[in-house]
């Protein structure tokens, strides 16, 4: 249980465009999603907390119109990242609280999505 | 500022070896502590989770909090070549309205030598 896929795994894209990035809980519901971001040799930040049908909360220094969040449904939240530029090539990573885990609420991770703007 | 710290590394221990990792934490209201482990170029996979002083074990791995002093540690016994990896200690904490987050150390890295 309490599997995260995340889609695309990897993405190149050219400086200006806009990529779009899903997190999806596949076996169960997920009312908050964590978007994170790591750079190489630096651990996980968080950019920001995503929570089904309300907007997502921001951590400071985050841009919130150039990484748009829509947690449009218990299952799913996507981070588009708008213009990206060189800098914003990262290690985006997901995760979702499994409200199933006792009160504890582990965070599970999906796998990432591996980001290189040109 | 939430804060967690952990050594980076590498510590290297050699196969069949006890590898102790260690982690402090600023923020003393912390109620949950977590170790995820993460290979190269892959997202984190949560190991454990504890809450309660003391030690608490789950085959290989050991947890072991101390609230008084807090830290919070992660010992695996008959490590392996396949344990190789960064290890994130992580920490709970109530960030208002019923939510919460977690604070991410920078992780240690770990080298079992066969």
């Known amino acids: 249980g309490a599997v995260v896929s995340q889609h695309p795994s990897w993405v190149i894209c050219k400086s200006g465009t806009s990529v779009k990035i899903e997190c999806r809980s596949l076996?169960?519901?997920?009312?908050?999603m964590f978007w994170y971001r790591q750079f190489p040799k630096q651990s996980l930040m968080l950019m920001a907390t995503?929570?089904?049908?309300?907007?997502?909360?921001?951590e400071q220094g985050v841009e919130k119109d150039k990484f748009l969040i829509n947690h449009a449904s218990l299952t799913l939240s996507t981070l588009t990242v708008t213009s990206a530029h060189p800098e914003d090539s990262s290690f985006y990573i997901c995760?979702?609280?499994?409200?199933?885990?006792?009160?504890?609420?582990?965070?599970?991770f999906g796998p990432g999505t591996r980001l290189t703007v040109l | 500022q939430k804060e967690v710290e952990q050594n980076s590394g590498p510590l290297s221990v050699p196969e069949g070896a006890i590898a102790s990792l260690n982690c402090t934490y600023s923020?003393?209201?912390?109620?949950?502590f977590f170790w995820y482990r993460q290979y190269s170029g892959k997202s984190p996979e949560l190991i454990m989770f504890?809450?309660?002083?003391g030690d608490k074990e789950d085959g290989r791995f050991t947890a072991q909090l101390n609230k008084a002093s807090q830290y919070v540690s992660l010992l695996i016994r008959d490590s392996q070549p396949s344990d190789s990896a960064t290890y994130l200690c992580a920490v709970k904490w109530d960030s208002g309205a019923g939510s919460y987050q977690l604070t991410f150390g920078k992780g240690t890295k770990l080298s079992v030598i066969p």
């Open positions: 504890i809450y309660s002083n």
């Open positions: 995760s979702a609280r499994d409200p199933g885990t006792g009160g504890y609420n582990e965070q599970f």
């Open positions: 923020d003393r209201g912390s109620q949950s």
């Open positions: 995503s929570n089904e049908g309300s907007k997502a909360t921001y």
């Open positions: 076996d169960f519901q997920a009312t908050t």
